[in-house]
Each structure stands twice: as structure tokens, then as C-alpha cells.
């Protein structure tokens, strides 16, 4: 090839012998990747890693400080569930006495105490006058007084009992009513603290699906 038959520069510079060597390549996907581009896509992937690393926060103090109050709450309501029960058995029982007309062994002790008196001050009236109680037509006037004045005694308390056995249950049922309270205020806590706990979950959540999503699109775009 003779010399003058070669390209001159104006003719090679058109042809685009001067240009990049990768000017005519296929573009790549990384080719608009700036390096501000790639701090921002590290920040985003640095701050994910920190969130994830430290992971969710706990709840605030007034949580803890009601969670504790919890344990004490549910003790008191098993305490008082247990006492009401007791006393609820007790009026249960003095009620089925009452009913059936029997007496306690207090009341019984105190019948016979009064029946005991009842029949000596008679004798004792009877004698001073020279004469005796159980042989004395007059007598069997003044035994009946006394066996009246026994059973009426009896029926007193026996209506003591009944009454005493009513009020038994209506403290029972108070007893009941207080246990109710503490099991509600506490399970108003753990509701109030699960709820919260929830909500923060939730955020938490979703502030992680936000950030992966952020990250997500702008890789995208990157590689588009």
C-alpha cells in the first residue's frame, strides 16, 4: 500500500478510531453506577444492618413498671378468692343447720347453761316453801314455763345461725367481687403491655420492609 492510499487523521477521527475503547461495547449494568451513587446504596445497607443488629426496642419504663405490679395482683386474688370460698362453705353450712334446727356447740352449751339455771332458781323457790317441784301439781305449771322459755331460747339462736349464715355468703360473695377486681386489673395490664408490644412489632416490621423495599428499588434502578 502505497502512502498516499493511507486514511488521513481527519478521515480516521470520523471513523471513530480515537474514541474509548469501550465506546461501542454493550452497556453494563453497573456503567451509571456513580460513587455517590454507591455511598448512598451503602448507607441505606449499613443503616439496615445497624437496625437489624440492635433489633427492636423495648417498651418504655411505665410498662416494666406495670408489668411488675402483676405477680402481687394475682396473688392478691387468689388470697381472696380462697377466703371467699371459706367463708361461703361457712354460711352455706350455717344455713343447712339453721334449717334443719340444730345448733352449734356454742348454742348448745349456752341452752343448757340457761336451762340448768332456769330449773335450779325452781327448785330452789319450791324448797323454800317446803315443798317439791316434781311432786307439786303447782310444779308441772312452772315446768312448762321453763321448757317454753328453752325453746324460745332456741329458736333465737337458730335464727342467729340462718341470719349469721346469710351474711357468711354476702361476704363470701364480697370476697369473690374483691378477687375479681385484682384478676382484672391485672389482666387489664397485660392487655394494655401486650397491646403496646404488638403496635411495636408492627413498626418495627414495617420499618425494616420500608427500608429492604428502599434498598430494592434503588438497586433496581441502578441496574435498569
Not at 404488638?198 to 434498598?215: E, G, P, R, V
Request: glycine share 12%; proline share 4%; net charge negative.
Amino acid at each position: 500500500m502505497a502512502v498516499g492510499d493511507l486514511p488521513t487523521t481527519e478521515e480516521l477521527a470520523s471513523a471513530g478510531a480515537f474514541d474509548s475503547p469501550n465506546a461501542y461495547a454493550t452497556p453494563g449494568p453497573f456503567d451509571n453506577f456513580s460513587t455517590s451513587d454507591a455511598l448512598g446504596l451503602g448507607a441505606l445497607g449499613v443503616g439496615a444492618g445497624l437496625m437489624l443488629g440492635k433489633g427492636e426496642s423495648p417498651l418504655p419504663p411505665e410498662y416494666a413498671q406495670m408489668g411488675a405490679m402483676v405477680p402481687g395482683l394475682q396473688r392478691s386474688s387468689a388470697d381472696l378468692y380462697g377466703k371467699g370460698q371459706d367463708i361461703y362453705k361457712m354460711g352455706m353450712s350455717d344455713i343447712q343447720k339453721g334449717r334443719a334446727g340444730e345448733l352449734t356447740i356454742p348454742q348448745q352449751a349456752e341452752l343448757n347453761q340457761y336451762s340448768t339455771g332456769l330449773k335450779n332458781m325452781a327448785n330452789q323457790q319450791f324448797a323454800a316453801m317446803g315443798r317439791n317441784i316434781t311432786q307439786d301439781t303447782s310444779g308441772i305449771g312452772v315446768t312448762a314455763d321453763i321448757d317454753a322459755k328453752i325453746n324460745a331460747m332456741a329458736q333465737q339462736e337458730i335464727r342467729t345461725t340462718l341470719t349469721t349464715g346469710f351474711q357468711e355468703l354476702q361476704m363470701g360473695q364480697a370476697e369473690f367481687g374483691q378477687s375479681l377486681g385484682f384478676s382484672e386489673a391485672a389482666a387489664k395490664i397485660l392487655q394494655t403491655e401486650g397491646e403496646a408490644q404488638l403496635k411495636q412489632d408492627q413498626a418495627y416490621s414495617k420499618s425494616l420492609t420500608d427500608m429492604f423495599s428502599t434498598i430494592g428499588k434503588i438497586a433496581g434502578a441502578f441496574m435498569a
